[in-house]
Each structure stands twice: as structure tokens, then as C-alpha cells.
């Protein structure tokens, strides 16, 4: 029986690069982990609809960075930046900290037909809508394809 190696291990720092950077000692650990993925669950339950493909989380010093990847900007801001806002709040009460130590921020997604998680994202609604696997599958390799991409699985 072969070895079995986790996908996400052995590409981390090769191809991927990580999904939270920040450095802390022992005692703070367990502490910035619990918070980070406190943030991504509520965060990944709030923009449902926005087509997050990644959420970023770097602690330099005393503040917080989170950058947020979607292919719809406009729906993780809001009206007049009152949606951000809302979510920095949050964030913040998470942490513990105060709001002025958080940055929130959201880059667009040029072509998300080219990101794998978007793309996956995009098939499973339609197959929750009661689209035919086949051509919900087919549709995303020939979008996939058309855009440039090298080649899909």
C-alpha cells in the first residue's frame, strides 16, 4: 500500500502559497489559528454570493490584514463601502481588538472562468439547481478552455 500525501502539503510553497501569513510563539498559536479560521467561517458564510475564490490573513505587528479574492467586488463592499465596514466590525470583534486595527481588502478576480475554485463553485450550483451533470461539465470545460487555460481536469 502506497503512502498517501495531502495535495494542499506538498504544494505549499512550490506552486501554492499560503493562506494565512503571520509568525507566532507557541503561546500565541493555537490563539491566531482559532481566530483565523473564525474569520474565514464568517466571512465564507456572509459572501456566499460574491464568488470568493481565496481569503488572505496577515498579522503584521499589531494589526490585521485580510484580503479578500472575488470575482464580485461590488457585492463584498456594498453601497458607499457600508458593507466593508460591517464586515471590519466583525472581523474586529473576533480579534478583539479595536476597528482601526483591521484592514479589510478586496481584490477582483480578472477571469474567474480560469480559477479552480470558482469554477467548482459554479457547477455545484447548477447541479443544486437541477442542471444535467453533463452539460453543466461540459459548459465549464469549453468556458474554461475558450479563456486561455491550458488545459482542465
Known amino acids: ?11 505549499l510553497g512550490i506552486s ?5 501569513k503571520w509568525y507566532a510563539s507557541s503561546k500565541e ?3 491566531f489559528l482559532m481566530e483565523d479560521i473564525k474569520i474565514r467561517d464568517y466571512l ?3 459572501l456566499k454570493n460574491a464568488s470568493v475564490s481565496k481569503i488572505l490573513i496577515e ?9 479578500v479574492f472575488t470575482s464580485r467586488p461590488g457585492i463584498v463592499i456594498g453601497k458607499k463601502g457600508e458593507d466593508i465596514e460591517k464586515y471590519r ?15 479589510l481588502n478586496v ?14 463553485e459554479g457547477i455545484a450550483q447548477q447541479l443544486e439547481r437541477r ?21 482542465i481536469k
Open 131 to 151: 442542471i444535467m451533470y453533463r452539460r453543466a461539465m461540459k459548459r465549464a470545460v469549453t468556458n474554461t478552455m475558450r479563456l486561455g487555460a491550458l488545459g
Open 16 to 20: 501554492t502559497d499560503w493562506n494565512s
Open 107 to 120: 481584490k477582483e478576480i480578472r477571469k474567474p472562468e480560469l480559477n479552480a475554485q470558482l469554477v467548482s
Open 29 to 31: 498559536y493555537p490563539k
Open 59 to 67: 498579522r503584521p505587528t499589531k494589526e490585521a490584514v485580510v484580503t
Open 89 to 103: 466590525e466583525k472581523i474586529a470583534n473576533i480579534l478583539g481588538t479595536k476597528k482601526s486595527t483591521v484592514k
Open 1 to 11: 500500500m502506497g503512502q498517501k500525501v495531502h495535495p494542499t502539503g506538498i504544494r
Open 44 to 46: 465564507s458564510s456572509e
